[in-house]
């Protein structure tokens, strides 16, 4: 057994190395103990990459930096000074390999996205311009639609190493030209590549001429054909039909299996020194608080507020800029500081636009340019200015909607409710029009239809609020606008990125109901929230005592009422354990309880591809009913922390439904669960802390989002982006396997672009399809990098079921600028002569970008000194100055230039030696300068950390330090 606490480059390391090498072999794959995945790769290089970069900020600003033995997302949060952003961080990295394994699903034939077919110079251009959108989306902070794209060109990227000759040629550094559109790919073999060879380990198949000119091939692959030019390699594999023809035999290094699997260990590091040499060039291009953000490390709470703004909500207002006065002032520099303030207002007919910004100042000038005004026909656009939000919003953000009124736009409901689904946010309506609603019934009378809707809310207006809010989790809080500031109570509670759900439960109807809940030792402020009326309970502690609703101070903590909410913060010292909460109400109710922990899950729905590359991909719609459903989970809280079920539980009930739980990759967990509710539905996952003692490390965690099966389904595929000015047509198809007859389709996208073509209704046969179109056209002047959400709909005759399909697209204008800046160092002055502390250097660079879109910030990679810029017009072209001063101490110096299009270009310059402070001696100076992406030879990026960090040991040792712990704690440790 392994003592913990040991330092990384001791025995830990030795044993994990040798353990994990015997105990799997490698392969480029989605879900094998057999391979080092596309999943590990990405994830290796992303820790990596943000390790440097941390480490790097740290030294700049004179912090100390201390390396974590084992690079996680948790222990790299914690060091880069943003431990609570974890899950953020783990969700961003998620989205990325999601979109990775995605490619192998929808494009597993295609050879450019692969690099078969000798299509190189395309697989290229899908990289380059790729990483074009990366940049300009990031740019735009449209960061999920960036770190789609990002998982696209990864998983091309990667595959260029496994798929062509590279490493047989001898290479063992990146390819560098693959992500710089202006270099040259010149050398492709134009004649035969390879002898026929069967079986494992060819290693003599690839032609001798193709070796000693270092020509580029790759392998043929088609599994429906098996014709190839002739003499050319095949890709190789049961899949690949052109193996079986001459020459036989491939050279995919996919798996250790395939037939060149001898050298897969050498094209995984390669390709996680491409993936970080990538990743390194979007950091440069868009600056590296923006490359935090795009990895969500910097993520933490974000506060989201969609407003009314109509002439009746100036309390509300004024109580909005309050509490946002209160949590920005009360949290200012510290580790709970929400990370990002996000406004949407709204009135009728107008909503937005939304404001989204990192400065809790310009937010609060925002909040106060609010002002009540208009209104009149009281229903204004509030869900059109939720569904913004939902859409400009990160995942899983909590918002509150403020309003006095009813929605006019009520037709969209399902949007938003698909949003919810798909987003997993928490939506919760502070609603202060109850008493003008009861003025109202008795002016006019009550009609029996409202009769029905007065049991749930004051204002049955409200009813389209209280659905949307119990399908997300969150709260329907009617209070008058004299009570709204005892209930913004909960904005405060929930303004924090630990927040994690033990439990929740929605009955309508009502009954009599004793629920449980298990309180593990790592929650902290735990706090459950009721909303009903006039719902009587009683809260049972571990130890058995008890407190009821009537006591407002109890034996177990603080009960606050306002209107339908109650507030219950329990103040006792030990919570963990099993509580029981006793209900006992004659009208509809909910029932959530929230803790704070950095333990917690992650999901999505998949669908399995069991190919030549078995992957998968994140479904954007609702999963299929009456078949079995897949849940992709990974644990938040460490490596130590484990899942050991995954359920199905009904929201409306108690009942679960229960899957089989299986790792399918390191610290990735596929659940299957074979019987699926029929209605509204939260999954549930318990688990174990391998590492915890008190009560027996078990811990248990709810989504908060209710999500529901479906027996429609809508499948559409959005290849391209679109270009402002242009029209971009889209395809879908609507199946059944349930009701038959016309099904209502309603198309909808949260940017107003204007859509044609789009069908109102397809007619549908049981267990047929039908296909319909969707034509989109974003405005001349829409900015680059920009995305829009489209949201597609089917509801089957009668409503009785419905499904979606949410896509994010891209909008990015054509880019002619391909070439990068050059950065040129004009002259060197350097009088280091005795203490480097007294004496100094400075340079002189001159910065072009020729014709191309010019330059956009010359900034500082490397040195620790001074650097001031100015532009001037040389002989009709822009010529920016750039001088830079550092202390002799500092002897090297590397300039970044970033172009207006994302070209990057440097120019290094370093004095030969440090001279030490004992000597006289003059320094020489060495004449270096460098410009990016302007030769054939290949740059490099190591896959040992270049900052000489102490976490990166030589690749493998790191690889398995990264993503072995966890099997490696589980069968060493326990």
């Not at 996208?749 to 109102?760: A, E, I, Q, W």
């Not at 300068?929 to 290949?938: D, E, L, P, V, Y």
Request: proline share 4%; hydrophobic share 40%; charged share 15%.
């Amino acid at each position: 057994m392994v003592t913990m606490g040991l330092p990384v480059r001791t025995s830990i390391s030795f044993l994990l190395m040798v353990f994990l090498i015997q105990s799997w072999t490698l392969a480029f794959k989605f879900f094998s103990f057999r391979s080092v995945t596309h999943e590990a790769i990405t994830r290796v290089a992303i820790l990596e990459t943000t390790f440097d970069l941390c480490k790097s900020q740290a030294l700049r600003k004179g912090r100390n930096f201390e390396t974590p033995n084992i690079l996680t997302e948790e222990s790299l949060a914690a060091v880069c000074s943003s431990a609570a952003s974890a899950k953020a961080f783990k969700r961003s990295i998620e989205k990325i390999n999601g979109r990775n394994a995605w490619v192998d699903v929808h494009h597993v034939s295609n050879p450019k996205y692969h690099f078969d077919d000798e299509s190189f110079l395309r697989g290229r251009d899908l990289i380059t311009s790729g990483v074009r959108i990366v940049k300009a989306s990031v740019k735009q902070q449209s960061y999920e639609a960036a770190r789609a794209k990002l998982g696209e060109v990864l998983h091309t990227l990667q595959d260029f190493y496994s798929h062509s000759n590279w490493i047989e040629l001898g290479n063992r550094r990146p390819f560098s030209n693959l992500i710089n559109p202006s270099s040259p790919i010149d050398n492709i073999a134009d004649s035969a590549t390879c002898r026929s060879c069967t079986g494992k380990n060819c290693t003599g198949n690839i032609l001798d001429e193709i070796l000693k000119k270092q020509k580029l091939t790759s392998g043929y692959f088609d599994m429906f054909n098996s014709s190839k030019p002739a003499g050319k390699c095949s890709h190789g594999g049961s899949f690949d039909l052109t193996s079986l023809r001459e020459p036989k035999g491939g050279i995919s290094k996919d798996t250790v299996d395939s037939e060149h699997g001898f050298l897969h260990t050498k094209a995984v590091e390669v390709a996680i020194a491409a993936t970080r040499e990538l990743l390194e060039d979007i950091s440069t291009a868009v600056g590296e608080s923006e490359f935090l953000r795009l990895m969500g490390l910097t993520q933490t709470s974000v506060l989201c507020f969609v407003i009314d703004t109509t002439g009746s909500m100036s309390d509300d207002i004024a109580e909005v800029r309050r509490v946002t006065s209160s949590i920005i002032d009360s949290k200012a520099g510290k580790a709970n500081q929400p990370s990002e303030y996000i406004l949407v207002p709204f009135n009728d007919p107008d909503f937005g636009p939304l404001t989204r910004t990192t400065d809790p100042d310009v937010f609060k000038s925002k909040i106060n340019a609010l002002t009540a005004e208009g209104g009149g026909d009281r229903p204004e656009m509030c869900l059109s200015g939720l569904q913004l939000a939902l859409t400009g919003s990160p995942p899983q953000t909590e918002i509150f909607v403020f309003t006095d009124a009813d929605a006019k736009d009520t037709w969209l409901k399902s949007t938003v409710l698909a949003l919810i689904e798909r987003t997993k946010s928490v939506v919760t309506f502070m609603l202060t029009n109850a008493l003008s609603a009861r003025r109202r019934r008795s002016n006019d009378g009550q009609r029996d239809g409202q009769q029905q809707f007065a049991s749930r809310l004051s204002n049955p207006l409200n009813e389209v609020y209280q659905d949307l809010a119990q399908a997300s989790g969150g709260q329907a809080i009617e209070v008058t606008k004299a009570t709204l500031p005892q209930a913004t109570s909960i904005i405060v509670d929930t303004s924090s990125s630990s927040l994690v759900t033990v439990f929740q439960a929605v009955r309508n109807p009502a009954k009599a109901e004793t629920f449980s809940f298990f309180v593990d030792s790592t929650l902290q402020n735990l706090t459950i929230y009721i909303t009903g009326n006039s719902p009587y309970y009683t809260i049972t502690s571990p130890s058995g005592v008890s407190q009821t609703s009537d006591k407002s101070s109890g034996a177990l903590g603080l009960i606050e009422m306002v209107g339908n909410f109650y507030t219950v913060r329990l103040t006792i010292s030990d919570q963990a354990g099993l509580w029981l909460i006793s209900i006992n109400s004659t009208q509809p109710y909910t029932v959530k309880v929230l803790g704070q922990s950095a333990v917690d899950f992650l999901f999505d729905f998949v669908e399995l591809s069991d190919g030549p590359h078995p992957s998968y991909a994140v479904l954007n719609s609702r999963p299929a009913a009456n078949s079995n459903i897949t849940l992709l989970v990974s644990m938040v809280g460490g490596d130590s922390v484990r899942p050991t079920e995954v359920a199905l539980v009904e929201a409306s009930s108690s009942n679960s439904y229960n899957g089989t739980l299986k790792e399918v990759a390191l610290g990735l967990f596929m659940a299957t669960i074979n019987s699926i509710p029929a209605g509204e539905f939260v999954v549930r996952v318990a688990g174990k802390s391998i590492f915890s003692k008190a009560s027996n490390g078990l811990f248990y965690r709810q989504s908060s989002t209710q999500l529901q099966a479906s027996n429609v389904t809508i499948t559409t595929q959005a290849d391209g982006t679109l270009v402002p000015g242009k029209n971009f047509t889209l395809t879908f198809t609507v199946a059944t396997n349930g009701s038959e007859g016309v099904f209502n389709i309603r198309v909808s996208n949260d940017r107003s672009f204007v859509m044609t073509n789009v069908p109102s209704s397809l007619t549908l046969a049981r267990g047929g399809s039908a296909n319909g179109t969707v034509t989109l056209a974003a405005p001349r002047n829409t900015p680059s990098g920009s995305d829009v959400t489209l949201t597609i709909e089917a509801e089957a005759p009668g409503g009785a079921d419905s499904n979606y399909a949410v896509l994010r697209l891209s909008v990015v204008a054509p880019v002619t600028d391909i070439t990068p800046p050059v950065c040129k160092v004009v002259s060197v002055n350097a009088n280091c002569l005795g203490n480097c502390m007294l004496s100094s250097w400075d340079l002189s660079a001159n910065v072009t970008d020729g014709n191309g879109s010019g330059i956009h910030s010359v900034t500082i990679r490397q040195g620790n000194g001074t650097l001031s810029t100015s532009t001037v017009l040389d002989k009709g072209v822009n010529v920016t100055w750039a001088f830079y001063s550092a202390s002799c101490c500092f002897p090297q110096v590397e300039l970044v230039v970033v172009d207006a299009a994302g070209n990057v270009g440097t120019c290094f310059r370093s004095l030969n030696a440090t001279v030490p402070q004992s000597t006289n001696a003059t320094s020489t100076i060495t004449t270096t300068t460098t410009t990016i992406a302007t030769t054939n030879t290949t740059t490099t990026i190591a896959t040992t950390n270049t900052n000489g960090a102490e976490c990166c040991l030589f690749l493998p040792v790191f690889f398995w330090l990264t993503v072995g712990t966890t099997l490696f704690y589980q069968y060493m440790l326990l």
